[in-house]
Nanobody
Framework: QEQLVESGGGLVQPGGSLRLSCAAS????????MGWYRQAAGNQRELVAS???????NYADSVKGRFTISKDNAKNALYLQMNSLKPEDTAVYYC???????????????WGQGTQVTVSS
């Protein structure tokens, strides 16, 4: 089965840093658009950052200058470096990726299981 497995969440002080990882596994022919979303308690899920197959990136205004999205195609991995963290960044973070299992398969969207990020003193 194709799946995305996340890691790297935790509890950090305001101003601290965390690096989230998302690894895709299973039958993977190609990986397309990828992104990170977050959902705070009581709020709807929002896009944090995305990266295209060609490497173009996009960020929510609230995280520009603090977060960096990147990928390693050889490892089928996606990363989110989070610096200068604020309490407002507290949420469950989810990775998302479009995967194609083989040359005849359609593209499908997959979600990671979510990882908790808590920013507190």
């Amino acid at each position: 089965q194709e799946q995305l497995v996340e890691s790297g969440g935790g509890l950090v002080q305001p101003g601290g840093s965390l690096r989230l990882s998302c690894a895709a596994s299973g039958s993977i022919f190609r990986i397309g658009h990828m992104g990170w979303y977050r959902q705070a308690a009581g709020n709807q899920r929002e896009l944090v950052a995305s990266i295209s197959s060609g490497g173009s990136t996009n960020y929510a205004d609230s995280v520009k200058g603090r977060f960096t999205i990147s990928k390693d195609n050889a490892k089928n991995a996606l990363y989110l470096q989070m610096n200068s963290l604020k309490p407002e960044d507290t949420a469950v973070y989810y990775c998302n990726a479009y995967l194609q299992a083989d040359s005849r398969s359609s593209w499908r969207a997959y979600w990671g299981q979510g990882t908790q990020v808590t920013v507190s003193s």
